[in-house]
């Protein structure tokens, strides 16, 4: 090296911002004044080298480590692109490095400026690879659309420093502003141990997971879940119309952790009405949220119209509760009753090993149901306490010779549930249950089931007891009947019941209509029940010709006394009827219809106490082909299931005008 070139080296390693001035005056001293234009790009070279020289630094300070650890903060979007014919999108973002996923984020609907605000970490071991950024918009049934995308460049971050980054997205040769995404992230250097220690519990992880399907029957069969969520899906108010004629054909899931349940669609109606009951697991490790998501049902891709939230940690256990939840965007509403129930263990309000009876508390029931409250609270007519101990020689479900049985009570719409003892045919269940009593000649209905793998309880018995029949504070067997109650089912079942009510509230209530039972048994296509409701309104023809045959008879004077009869009854309606008869008639009717509407209202089922004011990840992408197979195959079910509707309501028409002739002619 020339000691010209080492002195330019040593003014490289000085301090630079002295190194400008120092070439510019050598420069004018020693050379011309054409040479000392091509001097002057000198400082530029000179301040290249710098950033040269930091970029250096910081890759020899990184490589210094083997594995990291990338904390981000997925904070929001601003200004995302349209990409649904709504003017909106559906967008959710993945972080991949090379070609591997390493996070995706859930969908925010319907918004141009989501809010995801999720943190998570991504492993690192090479960090100077970027990491890939992407933005999708949502879309059921086809290919989500791209909505731009950006890099992470790694090797620009500060180690242990929480790093503000303002992703501008974009897409290759489009100069189009798609918007940016907003996110902190902090890069962290781990040890090798660390790292060892990092890739024996992502080994670990994916043999859990390749096991997910043994574990969860291991769950089910040993009773890890903690409650039952039993939901009563009621109906839908006010949804929003996607279909070109003004309607949709709605259909409602529901997901809590990893279990789901489907409703079936209700074609062309924007107040659907499912009246379908189903039964969710809780698990302490999963999430308590429960995820509600209404979709529009079409032939190729269904349109999502509404998503709500539920958390069920805010929600009363052992007690149904009424719930109208709205959808976000005022998308309308969805009705349902849910009830926790079916906990285990000695902690629990409900187990009868650490039940003690409160003499205090007693006596403010029997002070708040009594005579003097009798016009305070009209729809809360009483109190009662149901002891379910245990059953015995319960019918065998199973390949082995037993079951595994658990017991459900019912009062009206209110609905509790036990604990599952498994492989039994003689379970202790040691519950104990309240319900809220708003009709006195209201049935407490307990049924026995047995507990499968597929969640398809099967019928083992039943028992129906009115409340009106309850022996208070005997403990009594009950034999088990079959669904119908009409014959004997194998086994009895042991329990206890306790009964206060007001009784000027309970004859109050006596008058008016019953509460509606919204759980019913589905109405099916019978053939036999068919040919009885066209004997039903053949017969209502015949007595409706007789009775024209009888009038053509005092017509004719085939009878004197018949004919002179209905002279005088003719004589007589028409001495003594006046036209304003007529409107006072139909004025009553009115009137008999508006008390019977106010009845109901006052005595509604629903409390608004009881009403409670209270985001669906998306699920994984189906295979096209397979998907296809999978509509064809529904199609056909579908079909058959409208036609079987048909039958239904002709039967149900014949039904009703079978039913109206037969009140008429009595």
Request: glycine share 4%; net charge neutral; charged share 30%.
């Given at each position: 090296m020339?000691?010209?070139?080492?002195?330019?080296?040593n003014?490289?390693?000085?301090?630079?911002?002295?190194v400008?001035?120092?070439?510019?005056t050598?420069?004018?001293?020693?050379?011309s004044?054409?040479d000392?234009?091509?001097?002057d790009?000198?400082?530029?070279l000179?301040?290249?080298g710098?950033?040269d020289t930091s970029i250096?630094q910081?890759?020899?300070?990184l490589m210094?480590h083997?594995?990291?650890h990338?904390?981000v903060?997925?904070k929001?979007?601003?200004d995302?692109?349209?990409?649904d014919?709504?003017g909106t999108?559906d967008?959710?973002?993945?972080?991949?490095?090379?070609?591997?996923?390493?996070y995706?984020?859930?969908?925010?609907?319907?918004?141009?400026?989501?809010?995801?605000?999720?943190?998570?970490t991504i492993?690192?071991e090479?960090?100077?690879?970027?990491?890939?950024?992407?933005?999708?918009?949502y879309?059921?049934?086809?290919?989500?659309?791209?909505?731009?995308?950006?890099?992470i460049?790694?090797?620009?971050l500060?180690l242990n420093?929480?790093?503000e980054l303002k992703?501008e997205?974009k897409?290759?040769?489009?100069?189009e502003?798609m918007?940016?995404i907003l996110?902190q992230c902090?890069?962290?250097?781990?040890s090798g141990?660390?790292k060892?220690?990092f890739?024996?519990?992502r080994t670990?992880?994916?043999?859990?997971?390749?096991?997910?399907l043994?574990?969860?029957a291991?769950?089910l069969?040993?009773q890890?879940?903690?409650g039952?969520v039993?939901?009563?899906?009621?109906?839908g108010?006010?949804l929003m119309?996607?279909?070109?004629?003004g309607?949709?054909d709605?259909y409602v899931?529901f997901r809590?952790?990893q279990?789901k349940?489907?409703?079936?669609h209700?074609y062309?109606?924007?107040?659907p009405r499912?009246?379908?009951q189903?039964s969710?697991?809780?698990?302490d490790?999963q999430?308590?949220?429960?995820?509600?998501?209404?979709y529009?049902h079409d032939?190729?891709?269904?349109?999502f119209?509404g998503?709500?939230?539920?958390?069920?940690?805010?929600?009363?256990k052992?007690r149904?509760?009424?719930i109208v939840?709205d959808?976000?965007?005022?998308?309308?509403t969805?009705?349902?009753l849910l009830t926790?129930?079916?906990?285990q263990?000695?902690?629990?309000?409900?187990d009868?090993v650490?039940?003690?009876?409160n003499?205090?508390?007693?006596?403010?029931?029997y002070?708040?149901?009594g005579i003097?409250?009798?016009?305070k609270?009209?729809?809360?007519?009483?109190w009662?306490?149901?002891?379910?101990?245990r059953a015995q020689g319960?019918l065998a479900?199973d390949?082995?010779?037993?079951?595994?049985?658990?017991?459900?009570l019912?009062?009206?719409?209110a609905?509790l549930?036990?604990?599952?003892e498994?492989k039994?045919l003689?379970?202790?269940?040691n519950k104990?249950?309240t319900?809220?009593?708003?009709?006195i000649?209201?049935v407490?209905?307990v049924t026995?089931?047995?507990e499968?793998?597929d969640?398809?309880?099967?019928f083992?018995?039943?028992v129906a007891i009115p409340?009106?029949?309850?022996?208070?504070?005997?403990?009594?067997?009950y034999a088990?009947k079959d669904k119908?109650?009409?014959?004997?089912?194998k086994?009895?079942?042991l329990?206890e019941?306790d009964?206060?009510y007001?009784p000027?509230k309970?004859?109050i209530?006596t008058v008016?209509p019953?509460?509606?039972?919204?759980?019913q048994?589905?109405?099916?296509?019978?053939?036999?029940l068919m040919?009885r409701?066209?004997?039903r309104?053949t017969q209502?023809?015949s007595?409706?010709?007789?009775v024209?045959?009888?009038l053509?008879?005092?017509?004719e004077?085939?009878?004197?006394?018949?004919?002179?009869?209905?002279f005088?009854?003719?004589l007589?309606i028409?001495?003594?009827?006046?036209?304003?008869?007529l409107?006072?008639?139909?004025?009553?009717l009115?009137?008999k219809?508006?008390?019977?509407?106010?009845?109901?209202e006052?005595?509604?089922?629903?409390?608004?106490?009881?009403?409670?004011?209270?985001?669906e990840?998306e699920?994984?992408?189906?295979?096209?082909a397979?998907?296809?197979?999978k509509?064809?195959?529904?199609s056909v079910r579908?079909?058959f299931?409208a036609?079987?509707e048909v039958?239904?309501q002709?039967?149900?028409?014949m039904?009703?005008?079978?039913?109206l002739g037969?009140?008429i002619?009595k």
């Amino acid at each position: 090296m020339t000691t010209s070139e080492e002195w330019i080296e040593n003014l490289l390693v000085g301090p630079l911002h002295n190194v400008t001035k120092r070439l510019q005056t050598l420069v004018k001293q020693r050379s011309s004044e054409s040479d000392a234009a091509v001097w002057d790009e000198i400082p530029v070279l000179i301040e290249t080298g710098d950033q040269d020289t930091s970029i250096r630094q910081r890759r020899h300070e990184l490589m210094q480590h083997s594995f990291f650890h990338l904390d981000v903060w997925l904070k929001e979007g601003k200004d995302l692109v349209v990409r649904d014919s709504s003017g909106t999108s559906d967008p959710y973002v993945k972080f991949k490095i090379g070609n591997k996923q390493y996070y995706k984020s859930r969908t925010v609907y319907k918004n141009l400026n989501p809010k995801w605000d999720e943190k998570f970490t991504i492993p690192i071991e090479d960090v100077f690879k970027p990491v890939s950024v992407k933005c999708y918009d949502y879309d059921r049934g086809v290919s989500d659309d791209r909505m731009g995308a950006a890099e992470i460049d790694l090797s620009m971050l500060n180690l242990n420093s929480p790093t503000e980054l303002k992703l501008e997205l974009k897409e290759k040769k489009d100069d189009e502003y798609m918007g940016y995404i907003l996110l902190q992230c902090t890069l962290v250097p781990k040890s090798g141990e660390e790292k060892e220690q990092f890739q024996q519990s992502r080994t670990t992880t994916i043999r859990k997971s390749a096991g997910s399907l043994e574990s969860q029957a291991r769950k089910l069969k040993m009773q890890i879940w903690s409650g039952i969520v039993n939901i009563v899906l009621v109906e839908g108010q006010n949804l929003m119309a996607m279909d070109d004629n003004g309607l949709s054909d709605p259909y409602v899931k529901f997901r809590l952790g990893q279990e789901k349940y489907k409703s079936k669609h209700k074609y062309k109606t924007l107040n659907p009405r499912w009246l379908e009951q189903f039964s969710l697991r809780i698990f302490d490790d999963q999430s308590q949220t429960l995820e509600i998501s209404v979709y529009d049902h079409d032939l190729r891709s269904d349109d999502f119209m509404g998503r709500a939230t539920i958390d069920l940690s805010e929600i009363e256990k052992e007690r149904t509760h009424t719930i109208v939840k709205d959808l976000e965007d005022g998308a309308g509403t969805i009705k349902l009753l849910l009830t926790i129930s079916g906990t285990q263990g000695a902690e629990t309000i409900t187990d009868l090993v650490n039940y003690t009876t409160n003499t205090k508390e007693r006596d403010d029931l029997y002070r708040s149901y009594g005579i003097i409250n009798s016009f305070k609270n009209l729809k809360d007519i009483g109190w009662l306490q149901v002891k379910v101990i245990r059953a015995q020689g319960l019918l065998a479900a199973d390949i082995g010779g037993k079951s595994d049985p658990f017991c459900v009570l019912e009062l009206v719409n209110a609905r509790l549930q036990t604990q599952t003892e498994y492989k039994t045919l003689n379970p202790e269940w040691n519950k104990v249950f309240t319900f809220n009593v708003k009709d006195i000649h209201s049935v407490l209905e307990v049924t026995v089931f047995d507990e499968d793998r597929d969640k398809k309880a099967e019928f083992l018995g039943k028992v129906a007891i009115p409340i009106l029949l309850m022996k208070r504070g005997l403990r009594r067997w009950y034999a088990l009947k079959d669904k119908k109650l009409l014959g004997r089912s194998k086994g009895a079942i042991l329990v206890e019941m306790d009964f206060i009510y007001n009784p000027v509230k309970a004859a109050i209530r006596t008058v008016n209509p019953r509460e509606e039972k919204y759980m019913q048994p589905d109405p099916k296509f019978k053939i036999s029940l068919m040919k009885r409701n066209i004997n039903r309104v053949t017969q209502i023809i015949s007595s409706i010709m007789e009775v024209g045959k009888f009038l053509q008879s005092c017509f004719e004077w085939e009878s004197k006394a018949r004919s002179i009869t209905a002279f005088t009854v003719f004589l007589i309606i028409t001495w003594f009827f006046e036209p304003y008869m007529l409107p006072v008639t139909l004025l009553l009717l009115f009137l008999k219809n508006y008390l019977i509407k106010s009845a109901k209202e006052a005595f509604s089922v629903e409390s608004k106490e009881e009403v409670v004011s209270v985001d669906e990840e998306e699920d994984d992408e189906d295979d096209d082909a397979a998907k296809q197979k999978k509509d064809e195959k529904k199609s056909v079910r579908e079909k058959f299931q409208a036609a079987q509707e048909v039958c239904l309501q002709v039967q149900q028409g014949m039904d009703m005008v079978a039913s109206l002739g037969e009140r008429i002619k009595k």
